[in-house]
């Protein structure tokens, strides 16, 4: 015989599960003395959203779902952006939440929201999770908490909560634990046959085909299909953000981003596509520059065809030539077959094609000497951001981990900073949440303990999440911080002064003042106990 709380530890072990993050609180404490008799490390945070954010990185270069453990009131409130940002980002997590006692809803508990129904703060999750579960009777975890783990993986990744009061996480239980696999599915979705033909008709019968790829090549592990579809058939290639990486960023083949914030080269390479082959992407307006015609597409009369695991997804945004449901490994490797199957050279025209390419590359590669490396090796002061990058990108290893925040730091990362391999660049994505780079560092080192991980982030969002700093001290975690500093939210503060010429709330000044402010990032670091330098002469910085 053991508790509910017990039993939940238990199940998270022989789900697999060997890290969950979260904070203390007097609902999930039974959950907590469970945990300690597991074999799973407990990483407690000093702020919910720290959680939500670790987890989320920790799936992100696990693909294992994180867990996080969340207490009642506040204590799930605080995590709320944190998993919103998974969700957008469609990372798996498994959420579990202590309550109030199950007796005393609607009696204003200590730390009850009632405002419209009795104890129903647990449903604010409900927009943004796959599902929510209340836990009505402790006999309900091992159906509940299977259901969780499966949905949480399957079809599109993202979020799932689940809801238990603590008086039933104390109860004592004797409840089997189902097997970690008895719930998920096997195997991949293919695309339907007779529709990957197609596509490929279409395809290799363009004279100016593109592959253009999201991040969900590479939540479904689809990046070696990519490259060898790529290589096979010389058809150049353009990313998203979530996407760089699926094939690296100095292939031949490889041009870059799109969107507000891609090359020049890759949002031509997009736009005058007659054909192109959209995988794993819902083109979001980042990507998409705001869906304005002739910027970064032309659909129609470019032809497209778009390879999605969500069905919603597909001709959302664009009409389509080919809809394919799938996933986006299963669906390349049957494009692969099919290529394989036919007789005729894959390409009509591989000189044309060849030399297309060539005139690609070049202009790509002028873009960059030009408008990016002619600041990259500066020795202005204040630092400009196009050298830190240069330093970075130098000093980190190739299968080093960067995360970045909301602003120039991510907007930058992704239109000037190579990415060579799946899973090592991870943005705040959809929901661009400013204070997710400093704290999912956190999660991306415990998740790959061997790779050097780097938050390159602004000082609006270290201020915000700095107590991640605390946890990797903490918890022995060799994390950097790169705190790119220049006294205002940046990217928003540039905006207010083009449109409406002066500023305010968007610069750290002093008050009537206007005196420039912000606290010794390096000295706060130390003050956490970890090491801190502050640098200002761009020479010193590799």
């Known amino acids: 015989m053991m508790t509910a709380g017990e ?21 999930n404490l039974a959950v907590l003395d469970g945990l300690a008799d597991t074999k799973i490390r407990y990483v407690g945070v000093r702020h919910e959203q720290v959680a939500s954010h670790a987890a989320d990185a920790y799936f992100r270069v696990t693909h294992k779902p994180g867990v996080v453990l969340l207490h009642v009131g506040p204590g799930m409130t605080n995590a709320v952006t944190g998993v919103a940002t998974a969700a957008l980002d469609s990372s798996a997590m498994v959420v579990i939440a202590g309550d109030i006692p ?13 405002l419209h129904a009795d104890g129903s703060q ?45 008086d039933l996480l104390s109860r004592p239980v004797d409840l089997p634990i189902p097997d970690a696999t008895a719930r998920r599915p096997a195997g991949r979705i293919l695309g339907d046959p007779a529709e990957v033909e197609r596509a490929l008709d279409l395809l290799l019968a363009a004279e100016r085909p593109v592959i253009y790829v999201g991040g969900g090549v590479i939540l479904g ?144 590669q002028d873009w960059f000497d030009g408008e990016v490396g002619r600041h ?26 960067i995360l970045t925040d909301t602003g120039w730091n991510k907007n930058g990362v992704a239109q000037q900073f190579p990415i060579y391999e799946p899973r090592t660049q991870l943005p705040p994505g959809g929901f661009a949440t400013m204070g997710f780079g400093p704290a999912a560092a956190i999660g991306a080192k415990v998740g790959a303990p061997s790779k050097a991980v780097v ?57 009537g003042t206007r005196e420039i402010y912000n606290p010794d990032f390096a000295k706060i670091g130390e003050a956490y106990g970890a090491h801190g330098r502050r640098i200002e002469d761009p020479e010193e910085l590799g």
């Open 376 to 401: 990259q090796q500066s020795s202005a002061r204040p630092i400009r951001p196009e050298r830190i990058l240069w330093e970075l990108r130098r000093a980190l290893p190739r299968d080093g981990i």
């Open 102 to 114: 199950s007796y005393m809803f609607g009696k204003d508990p200590h730390q009850e929201i009632k």
């Open 221 to 364: 592990d689809a990046h070696r299909h990519l490259r060898q579809f790529v290589e096979a058939t010389g058809i150049p290639l353009a990313t998203t953000i979530m996407g760089k990486g699926a094939v690296p960023e100095d292939h031949p083949l490889c041009f870059g981003i799109t969107g507000l914030f891609g090359s020049p080269v890759a949002n031509r390479l997009t736009r005058d596509a007659d054909v192109l082959l959209a995988v794993g992407t819902r083109f979001s307006e980042m990507d998409s520059s705001s869906w304005i015609p002739g910027q970064t597409f032309n659909i129609p009369p470019t032809k497209l065809i778009h390879v999605d695991i969500d069905p919603q997804e597909i001709g959302k945004i664009y009409p389509v030539a080919v809809g394919i449901q799938g996933d986006a490994g299963a669906v390349l490797q049957q494009f692969l077959e099919a290529l394989a199957g036919r007789r005729r050279s894959p390409r009509s025209g591989p000189a044309d094609q060849a030399a297309r390419v060539r005139d690609l590359r070049r202009a790509y």
């Open 122 to 166: 647990w449903e604010i999750y409900r927009p943004f999770v796959k599902k929510a579960w209340r836990v009505h009777d402790p006999t309900m975890l091992p159906d509940i908490l299977s259901r969780a783990f499966s949905l949480a993986v399957t079809g599109r990744p993202g979020p799932v909560f689940v809801d238990v009061p603590m």
């Open 455 to 511: 938050a390159l982030v602004g000082d609006g969002a270290f201020g915000s999440m700095s107590p991640a700093v605390a946890t990797a001290v903490e918890y022995g975690l060799g994390v950097i911080w790169l705190v790119m500093n220049n006294f205002s939210f940046g990217v928003i503060y540039g905006m207010q002064q083009k449109h409406f010429g002066r500023s305010l709330g968007t610069e750290f000044v002093r008050e």
């Open 7 to 27: 039993y939940v530890a238990k199940f998270l072990e022989a789900q697999g599960v060997e890290v969950v993050f979260g904070l203390c609180g007097h609902t």
